[in-house]
């Protein structure tokens, strides 16, 4: 807990001094954009204010003011404080990433409660701010406690962020999109080939897939359009593109899924490994320093544990193609404990063996875990989980498809996460798009397609 104790006014004396150290971060100057309606584009941490080709994150100066009022306000002379005047020279400019310091000293005690006090804001290039305040000090002691204060959540997906910067530099992976006969898919294949993830080819009905493309308002000149208006012949036509050489990703459009998958599961000319396919859902948790995977929740129903096998090693391939050294699995289920009468943990607890013995490689596989022991620390330490999955997966391997997909719908709809979806297991990734998807992650899903497809090639940078 962060205790704030006031000074009151006549125990304040010439000379006192109270300083505290401030990280600039990029989401302050999110929270103050929003805050203040100042939408000025030199204070945004992606945004080009001055056209020089790089982003400025200035801290709005009025920002760094405000720290001077956190000083007064929780530390001299404390709680019950409040302000008068404050003048203020800025002097300087902090960036995003900088430290300050401020500093505030008591110069003058006024009569009526009054007090004044020198202000300082330093970084590290010299003074940002400096000038006076002058506060009405708290009459008598009092403390409050920081922690009752809720806490704030930017909604930005930095790791996307991130992961688009890794993929974009690299060749755009050769893509067959399959159908691409409505506004949507054909907008996000477009959208993958304008920021050089994918080199789409279309296959499907040329007269659908150009008025869609019309509708959208977006350019197919310089496309390839494999005119075949039935859609499970353009599905079977786009697996034979893989054969050929000539793609190294599917990507869905506007066709039933099954129709799809039924081309590439063939057992004679389809994509089959000897895997299982599996659906792994890339996700962009507010407030979650690294992906959260989650997966199974788009194909098999209900995983038996031989499918479960593949699921886990789907999903671990898929990590570690996007820069997650050692993935930490966690096989959820409703309890921490191998439970008889709950057959999800006696699975949970065989992958786990496996894992040890090598049979599912490339990661740590811990199970059975609770969805908050699986994801939070404290929960882990307090259930007495001391591995090094609990309280830090990063791949949630659900019972079954139903449980999967809830846990994904509340990650989107409730946590605000960004998802990214791709079917893992067939000879090349699969991008699985849906009609509810926005453009960013259509984009992620492309992105992630192609680090995968990079990886498997191996030339990932």
Request: hydrophobic share 45%.
């Amino acid at each position: 807990m962060t205790i704030f104790n006031a000074i009151p006014y006549d125990q304040l004396e010439i000379g006192m001094e109270a300083q505290i150290k401030r990280l600039v971060r990029a989401d302050d100057l999110y929270v103050f954009a929003h805050a203040s309606g100042n939408l000025n584009p030199m204070h945004l941490p992606k945004e080009d204010g001055d056209g020089d080709g790089k982003p400025e994150a200035v801290a709005p100066s009025a920002w760094i003011a405000a720290l001077i009022s956190g000083v007064l306000g929780n530390q001299l002379p404390g709680p019950g404080t409040l302000y008068l005047h404050q003048d203020t020279e800025f002097c300087g400019r902090a960036h995003a990433g900088e430290e300050l310091t401020v500093t505030v000293r008591v110069a003058e005690k006024l009569e009526g409660g009054v007090v004044r006090l020198s202000t300082l804001v330093e970084g590290p290039s010299g003074a940002v701010a400096k000038g006076e305040a002058r506060v009405i000090a708290p009459d008598h002691a009092q403390s409050f406690d920081g922690a009752d204060v809720p806490g704030l959540t930017v909604q930005r997906h930095a790791n996307f962020d991130r992961l688009l910067a890794r993929a974009e530099p690299l060749p755009p992976v050769s893509t067959v999109v399959v159908c691409p006969e409505s506004p949507d898919a054909v907008a996000g294949a477009i959208l993958g080939a304008e920021h050089t993830l994918i080199a789409p080819i279309f296959v499907g009905a040329r007269p659908k897939i150009e008025a869609a493309a019309e509708e959208a308002g977006v350019s197919i000149a310089g496309v390839e359009i494999i005119d075949i208006p039935d859609h499970r012949a353009a599905a079977l036509r786009s697996v034979a593109l893989v054969h050929e050489g000539r793609a190294r990703a599917v990507m869905k459009g506007h066709l039933h899924t099954d129709q799809l998958l039924h081309a590439i599961l063939k057992k004679e000319g389809g994509l089959r490994t000897n895997r299982r396919l599996s659906h792994v859902f890339v996700m962009d948790v507010p407030g979650l320093d690294h992906f959260l995977f989650v997966t199974d929740a788009a194909i098999n129903i209900a995983p038996d544990l031989d499918c479960k096998v593949s699921i886990v090693q789907n999903a671990i391939d898929l990590a570690r193609s996007l820069g997650v050294e050692t993935p930490k699995v966690g096989i959820l289920s409703a309890v921490e404990t191998v439970t008889p009468s709950i057959p999800s943990t006696i699975d949970a607890a065989v992958l786990s063996k496996m894992a040890d013995r090598g049979q599912i490689t490339g990661g740590l596989v811990d199970g059975p875990l609770a969805m908050d022991n699986a994801v939070d620390l404290g929960a882990a330490r307090t259930k007495g989980l001391t591995g090094l999955v609990a309280g830090r997966a990063d791949i949630l391997v659900a019972p079954n498809l139903e449980s999967g997909n809830m846990i994904a719908k509340e990650l989107t709809f409730l946590a605000h996460a960004e998802a990214a979806g791709i079917v893992m297991g067939a000879q090349v990734p699969v991008i699985l798009t849906s009609r509810a998807d926005d453009d960013r992650a259509r984009l992620a899903s492309c992105a992630v397609a192609a680090l995968y497809a990079h990886a498997q090639a191996g030339d990932a940078a």
